[in-house]
């Protein structure tokens, strides 16, 4: 019998975590998705999208992952001769305990901002033998001569939580502490961070660092294709030398790139708009983005799957991942007796 193809499908975000799980409790498409994973296979996964991507790939990397080089080699931007990690700025809302942070992405952050702030900050560290570049307004980078020994934690995880207890640790934590303060003043008197607290806009008051692994990487179980609109992505492809194509516009030209490859192939399908939504109170915003994706990618996919020779593994990054199969779905008795419980599938903080 041939090998079925698999398709290991990585939507982080797609089970929460979210404020509370009470609003989503009653919507008639978030009882759907219920019923459609009490279907699927349950396994344990990895915590984040980075141990799913290692998990997926059999990917070994030295330290941490390489999140900031991968980047920057999508871009045609990596320096092999240095050490990069990323530099993103954010909002930190500070009191007597707590310093809760804000993302570039709900900034609202200008051009021309982004860039004065920048330079100001390569100008001050270049004595250190730092270079501070952006690569668009909300993601900057900063780039050493000397090795970063640092564990750190990804921005998404970081938005919106108390970042006193997540700051980076490590070797090297004491010198780049020392430099991001130096950084937060530098920032808090620029002129254009007092023109936006003037306007009543939140200011560019902090960075974030995060990413800074070296592009050492193997990879154990490769691909034929990664499908993913994420940069770090497109340099993890372009690294391991398989092919890369962004999101198509329909699940029908995504079945066609497919049935061009290889029976028995292995491919990877990322999505990355349900992941930032997560840290919003508002959980109307993610149950809205959340039906969007079901009714456009995921049931499309879960039907295509089920008439092809293709296993279809999801993977939420927090944990846990759902394996489909023809014959999976066909289980209708797994349901039985179940009451779906929204907490045995959608994490809460």
């Not at 019923?35 to 296979?41: A, E, N």
């Not at 305990?97 to 330079?119: K, N």
């Not at 730092?130 to 998404?156: A, G, P």
Request: proline share 5%; aromatic share 8%.
């Amino acid at each position: 019998m041939q090998k079925p193809s698999e398709l290991h499908l990585i939507v982080p975000g797609i089970c929460g975590p979210l404020a509370e799980t009470q609003a989503p409790h009653a919507n008639p498409a978030v009882k759907r998705w219920l019923k459609t994973l009490s279907k699927s296979r349950c396994q344990p996964s990895g915590e984040d999208e980075h141990d799913v991507i290692a998990e997926v790939l059999g990917l070994e990397y030295k330290d941490s992952f390489p999140s900031a080089a991968l980047t920057l080699l999508a871009n045609d931007l990596y320096d092999d001769g240095m050490f990069c990690m990323h530099a993103d700025p954010v909002h930190l809302q500070a009191d007597m305990d707590h310093a809760v942070l804000t993302s570039s992405a709900d900034l609202d952050i200008a051009v021309q901002e982004s860039s004065a702030i920048c330079a100001a900050l390569d100008q001050h560290f270049h004595q250190d033998g730092l270079t501070f570049f952006t690569l668009n307004k909300d993601q900057w980078f900063v780039s050493s001569k000397e090795k970063i020994r640092m564990e750190t934690t990804s921005l998404v995880d970081a938005t919106g939580r108390n970042v006193n207890f997540i700051l980076p640790a490590g070797e090297d934590s004491p010198r780049w502490r020392q430099r991001l303060t130096e950084a937060q003043m530098l920032m808090h008197s620029h002129e254009l961070n007092m023109t936006r607290e003037r306007a009543g806009l939140p200011s560019i008051n902090s960075l974030w660092f995060h990413g800074p692994g070296e592009l050492e990487v193997s990879v154990s179980d490769p691909v034929a294709s990664i499908c993913s609109n994420d940069d770090m992505l497109k340099g993890l492809a372009k690294h391991i030398q398989c092919d890369h194509i962004k999101v198509p516009e329909s699940v029908a030209a995504y079945a066609e790139y497919l049935s061009s490859g290889e029976p028995g192939s292995r491919h990877i399908l990322q999505f990355s708009q349900l992941e930032h939504l997560t840290n919003y109170t508002d959980v109307s915003l993610w149950m809205n983005a959340l039906e969007q994706l079901l009714q456009q990618w995921v049931y499309p996919l879960l039907k295509l799957m089920s008439k092809n020779n293709i296993t279809l593994t999801l993977y939420p990054c927090n944990g846990k991942c759902y394996r489909f199969s023809k014959y999976d779905v066909l289980c209708f008795w797994r349901q039985a007796g179940r009451k779906d419980k929204i907490e045995d599938y959608v994490s809460s903080y």
